[in-house]
Nanobody, 124 residues
Framework: QVRLVESGGGSVQSGGSLKLSCAAS????????MGWFRQAPGKEREGVGI???????IYADSVKGRFTISLDNVKNTLYLQMNSLKPEDTAMYYC??????????????????WGQGTQVTVSS
């Protein structure tokens, strides 16, 4: 019973920052990938960034230099530090996980397990 619970979403002005958290439980794999995805109204879900237990990261071009993904292996918690936020970053942000590297991808966006999402709204 894998459970992923996101938190930290909210409203912020353009140029501001937010840090999202994803607490994972019931995940027994010793090595795995986790990631952040987002979906804005009227748009398809897109990958934001993924990371594995070794610390390897992959980011979408749209967030490179602004967002940083990290993983605390002890706490089983995924983080997304978002800086220099733009109105186009407004979306529901989802945490995701997969035990195998080929089961989680940014393009197309896929994963084995998903959280319920946390809303991020960036105003002009």
């Amino acid at each position: 019973q894998v459970r992923l619970v996101e938190s930290g979403g909210g409203s912020v002005q353009s140029g501001g920052s937010l840090k999202l958290s994803c607490a994972a439980s019931g995940y027994t794999y010793s090595s795995y990938w986790m990631g952040w995805f987002r979906q804005a109204p009227g748009k398809e879900r897109e990958g934001v960034g993924i990371i594995n237990t070794a610390g390897t990261t992959i980011y979408a071009d749209s967030v490179k230099g602004r967002f940083t993904i990290s993983l605390d292996n002890v706490k089983n918690t995924l983080y997304l530090q978002m800086n220099s936020l733009k109105p186009e970053d407004t979306a529901m942000y989802y945490c995701a996980a997969a035990p195998l590297g080929w089961r989680i991808r940014l393009h197309p966006p896929i994963a084995d397990y998903w959280g319920q999402g946390t809303q991020v709204t960036v105003s002009s």
